[in-house]
């Protein structure tokens, strides 16, 4: 069987370079992608091995089909961008804000894949990687929720459009990866705290938990249409 090669959108940092980590280990070949050459050079040299980057906005449609071109025909497709707008009370959460949380992760997510197929492998796969906030109905979470769900939505009708490609999703919890660093440190530490409390398994969880998920979706060929709620039990906490 030839290596399989595996693209991470988003894989510079948190879930999406924990997840190139993961896959090398299988034996992957993977390339990831995002905006910031200096991080993507730096998350590289971390992972060594058959990873190789390319500085690429998911969600700059001609920066992704150059892209695309670069790396030409692969396996596996993880969609892994990330996104913050449309967080907040819903009497009070902007249009413009709600906008902005559609353009970046719902549209990235959507034209990432989209312009993906024409180099996908048939016998292949694409994961998205949305968040619990679909599932857990939390206050002040109204946009953001709605965001995830919609992307959770593109699994079962993009595992019967694509076929034989499959499609699956991760739905993460509290995942202590950079995402959260625009709390000050000691705002961050209660937050987790708080969360692990919430959370049955009693921690927040780490990118590696995640990563562990996407492989599982990845490597398991009767996998598709599903989406799996990697929260440490949070989504069901009372």
């Known amino acids: 069987m ?3 090669h595996a693209v991470i959108l ?32 730096a998350a590289t040299k971390t992972l060594g091995g058959d990873a190789t980057s390319i500085v690429a906005d998911a969600g700059n449609e001609q920066a992704m089909k150059g892209a695309f071109a670069l790396i030409g025909p692969f396996d596996h497709l993880i969609v892994a961008v990330s996104g913050g707008k449309g967080i907040g009370p819903f009497a009070a ?15 990235a997510h959507f034209a990432a894949a989209q312009t993906a197929l024409p180099s996908l492998s048939k016998t292949g796969s ?11 109905a939390m ?17 079962p009708v993009l595992a019967n459009e694509l076929k034989p490609i499959r499609v699956n999703g991760v739905s993460p919890g509290v ?27 009693g921690r927040v969880g780490r990118p590696e938990d995640v990563a562990q998920a996407i492989g599982f979706l990845v490597t398991n060929g009767f996998m598709t249409g599903h989406t799996l709620i990697c929260d440490g039990g949070l989504h069901r906490a009372q």
């Not at 694409?126 to 857990?136: D, E, K, L, R």
């Open 175 to 201: 995942i202590d990866t950079p995402w959260w660093d625009w709390l000050p440190a000691d705002q961050k530490a209660q937050a987790f705290a708080e969360f692990a409390a919430r959370t049955p398994v």
């Open 93 to 107: 959460l902007s249009l413009a804000a709600l906008r902005e949380g559609v353009e970046e992760k719902f549209l």
């Open 126 to 136: 694409i994961v998205f990687v949305t968040a619990v906030s679909a599932q857990a």
């Open 139 to 155: 206050p002040g979470t109204a946009g953001i929720g709605a965001i995830n769900a919609a992307l959770n939505q593109l699994v």
């Open 10 to 41: 988003g894989g510079s940092s948190g879930i999406g370079l924990a997840t190139a980590k993961h896959l090398l280990g299988l034996g992957f070949k993977v390339t990831i992608t995002g905006r910031d050459q200096a991080k993507l050079e």
């Open 2 to 4: 030839s290596q399989q």
